[in-house]
DNA sequence: GAAGATGGGGCAGCCATATTGACGTATCTA
DNA sequence: TAGATACGTCAATATGGCTGCCCCATCTTC
């Protein structure tokens, strides 16, 4: 049990310091990748849709996307359902450093799955999904449908 | 892929959430948590090692311990090899306040465990083992001996 | 069409946690 | 005795979170 909690501090502090390098370089923090990664990941993402994955306020939300779109890496539309919500797209610059700081996850990922043989992926994915309550359980599936 | 980098962040998150209540009680964070729980799981813990598991400046751990220390959950004993050092122990509040915040971990992670079967715990680790760098994993390896 | 709910933005101020760099003291080792 | 090491501490700074309050635009409902 105790190696669970501790297994689970270290892959995933020393995992996202794998990253670090690359945001420092534009003045990003992690707080920045979140927000990016998830952008990249469901284009078109609402502000509000953005804050229930994040689970943060909507003002630490508010001044990770200013930097963000001052920096021309996300951009904005106009709903077209609902003109009041806001759509949020990486720009082409965007997408490329989303993806190289993707890479560097990747890069250690992969290297931890091969090491572990796909079976266990598989078993790290099943526990890491209990992990998740109930509440938040529909939208990370919603998250799955489109890999 | 991408769902290993979303199931670790979430998985994570959500079950570090799980005790912020409990540390809020006595005014501490999870910073004084990290500090506190590897103290209680090796007494007589150097401050040089416990720098090289939270991998945090000195600054930074000096703060989160002189809290502790101010909350008697943590004491000080001079080390007996080297008088330098400073062997840190909790204090038996200490191991009744880390007790009752592991038990908020442990049923989080007993109910993934439970829900994910044996065979996927072992999959679980195996992955989360390979995603530490092998300067930390020396340091990792020393934690589980005594479980 | 008016009233209220919702999506988004913003201000001010605060807190927790981390950083760097420099310096001091006690103690150990060669 | 000289230098390295373990620990503590100063000051300044950055990041990323929070609360409470108020605003506007737009959608929904009556």
């Known amino acids: 049990m105790r ?12 995992l996202t310091r794998a990253i670090d390098d690359g945001l420092a370089e534009h003045g990003l923090g992690r ?3 979140r927000a990016l990664y998830f952008v990249a990941r469901q284009p078109d993402l ?23 779109a001052e920096r021309k890496l996300v951009e904005t539309r106009t709903g077209v359902v609902d003109r009041r919500q806001k759509l ?3 720009t082409a610059e965007g997408v490329r450093f989303e993806a190289q700081l993707f890479d560097a996850l990747r890069t250690s990922l992969a290297s931890a799955y091969a090491a572990a043989g796909q079976e266990s992926v598989t078993g790290f ?3 890491l999904e209990g992990l998740i309550p109930a509440e938040d359980k529909a939208m990370v599936i919603a998250l799955q449908k489109d890999i």
């Open 31 to 33: 707080a920045h990748h």
């Open 3 to 14: 190696r669970g909690v501790e297994l689970l501090f270290f892959g995933y502090t020393r």
């Open 125 to 127: 994915w099943r526990v």
């Open 46 to 68: 609402t502000i509000s849709e953005l804050l229930k994955i994040l689970a943060i306020t909507k003002q630490s939300l508010g001044r990770v996307l200013t930097d963000l």
């Open 88 to 90: 949020l797209r990486l």
